[in-house]
Structures are given as C-alpha cells and as structure tokens.
C-alpha cells in the first residue's frame, strides 16, 4: 500500500510539474519583447498613413504587401537575436508622396513617440519599413505591425532612436 501511495504521489508531482513547466519552457510563440499577446490587424485596415504637405496616401497590409520588397536578416538589438525580416525601402513609401533630401521626416508611433530627421538621413542609413518576421505578421505587443529596422552594416544599426516600432504615420513636419 505504501509503495502505490509514493507511486501515486510522484506521478502527482510529475504531472503537474509537466504541466505548469514544460509549456512555459517549451512554448513556440513566447513574445520577446514582454507582455500579453495582440493580433495583428486586419490586412485592408489603413495601418499608415504617409504625407507631405497636402498629399497623404494610406496604406493597408494588403498595400504593403503589393509593394516590392525583399528579406533583410539582421541581429535585431532589442531582442539581441539575429531575426528575418520582409521589408520596403524607406525610399519606396518616401517615393509615394514625393519625400525627398532636405525634408524634415517625423516617424510617429501608436503610442505618440515621435523620431525626426532628414529624408536623406533615413535614405543613407538604408532604412527599411519591416512588414513581416520570419514569414508572419508583427503583431502589435511585438512593435507591429510594421516598424522602422537598419541592416546591421548601417550606421544606424546600434543608434535605436530611429528604430520606430508599431509606426502608424510618417510624415514631412
């Protein structure tokens, strides 16, 4: 009887030391940037917005997706992970409303955080508009659903201020 009883006891403790620890451990959409989990939007919903002056041109996912872009694997710094990314050249969505050299471009985020330099700036320092990691959408609590990266020779690539996540406006001020 006392042999069933430890029998029974270690199983217990097996199977809810499985159960609470190994999906923690073992879970494959942990998100490394904290926090609970957030869906991304809907592909047509306006999810940027980009002007200059008069012109301004919203963009949905499924614009974005149109666009011609490419895959950038970088050692992303805020995770300190190398991560894959599929993106547009910053000078691609400038080129929609006629951004150009001198201008001054503010990128602005959901949560209001404003950066602001030269069109130029961004264009030498190879800015890229990411879309997507690693073949799916960013979701929002993961700097989503796009977000301002620099490959890792740019002379951004450790500056982070640039580095606008959750973006939802660039604008010329």
Excluded at 38 to 49: D, K, M, Q, R
């Amino acid at each position: 009887m006392k042999r069933v009883w430890i029998f029974g006891a270690l199983l217990a403790t097996f199977f809810v030391v499985s159960v609470v620890v190994v999906p923690v451990s073992m879970a494959e959409d942990v998100n490394p940037y904290g926090g609970a989990k957030v869906s991304p939007p809907a592909v047509t919903e306006v999810i940027l917005t980009v002007s200059k002056g008069r012109l301004s041109k919203g963009l949905s996912m499924k614009d974005l997706l149109a666009m011609k872009s490419a895959n950038l694997v970088i050692h992303e710094p805020f995770v300190k992970k190398v991560q894959s990314f599929r993106v547009i050249q910053l000078k691609e969505i400038f080129a929609l409303v006629g951004i150009k050299g001198a201008d001054r471009v503010q990128t602005i985020a959901l949560n209001d955080y404003i950066y602001t330099n030269t069109a130029e700036n961004f264009l030498l320092s190879k800015g890229y508009l990411a879309i997507a990691r690693s073949g799916k959408p960013i979701g929002y609590d993961q700097g989503g659903p796009i977000r301002i990266i620099f490959p890792d020779k740019s002379k951004w690539s450790k500056f982070l201020d640039p580095w606008n996540w959750s973006l939802k406006k660039i604008r010329v001020a």
